[in-house]
């Protein structure tokens, strides 16, 4: 089985609009982080956001929050008034804690239209 | 701070010859991750150690494929003979395991590589 779902290959969003990107993940540890990263087309990856297993509020970070569903299993990444600049590959992982093992999910492909 | 350092950031070369992609990783970072990355396959966990010990290798795709970490500092990913599917972006990441840290992984910018 899949340990982290991103379901959608490809979207666009409206300049200044919020966008959200979904994931879903698969563990029966207790204890685990999940993460966002972004890569724009130079490459690179960029570490955007984290939130734990046991945090009980959302994490935020600027223009970036993470809407965490722990029941559903679903961590996703939500940013607001998007820009130009956010267009870029985003990537959901999760590690978990007993076998510090990082896994990345397929990724989403954001295009922001002026 | 330096982060994550890779070398070569492009390599051309033959299929049949030999290929080694070095990292250094972050000071004080205790485990160091080796994914690969294509359009086909996306990323793709080679090989990662903790403390410089081999942990998990389950990701190699073939035993062409060799990893080393000899020390805190240095790892190094060599393909022997290379092939024309190894052509690919290869990254080197490093965290801090515990400590009360959130651990992210921390990536370097890329090794390119093409093998004709």
């Known amino acids: 089985a899949q340990k982290i779902t991103q379901t959608q290959p490809g979207m666009f969003v409206q300049e200044k609009e919020a966008v959200t990107l979904d994931c879903t993940y698969d563990t029966s540890d207790q204890s685990y982080g999940l993460f966002w990263y972004k890569q724009p087309s130079s490459g690179e990856m960029i570490f955007l956001i984290y939130?734990?297993?046991?945090?009980?509020q959302n994490a935020t970070e600027g223009r970036y929050s993470l809407n965490f569903q722990k029941a559903r299993k679903s961590a996703n990444l939500v940013i607001s008034a998007s820009q130009l600049g956010d267009s870029a590959m985003y990537f959901c992982a999760m590690r978990e804690r007993n076998f510090n093992k990082f896994y990345f999910g397929s990724g989403t492909k954001l295009n922001v239209k002026p | 701070d330096a982060g994550v350092i890779q070398s070569p950031r492009h390599e051309v070369t033959e299929m049949g010859q030999e290929v080694t992609l070095r990292c250094k990783p972050i000071?004080?970072?205790?485990?160091l991750f080796w994914y690969r990355q294509t359009m086909m396959r996306g990323l793709e966990l080679l090989i990662y150690?903790?403390?410089?010990?081999?942990?998990?290798d389950s990701g190699m795709p073939e035993d062409r494929f060799s990893a080393k970490m000899p020390n805190a500092s240095f790892s190094t990913l060599k393909i022997q003979p290379s092939e024309p599917r190894d052509s690919a972006v290869y990254f080197c990441a490093s965290s801090v395991r515990g400590g009360g840290t959130t651990g992210e992984l921390f990536f370097g910018e890329g090794s390119r590589l093409t093998v004709l």
């Open positions: 939130q734990g297993s046991y945090d009980e």
């Open positions: 000071s004080g970072h205790n485990s």
């Open positions: 150690f903790n403390n410089n010990v081999p942990i998990d």
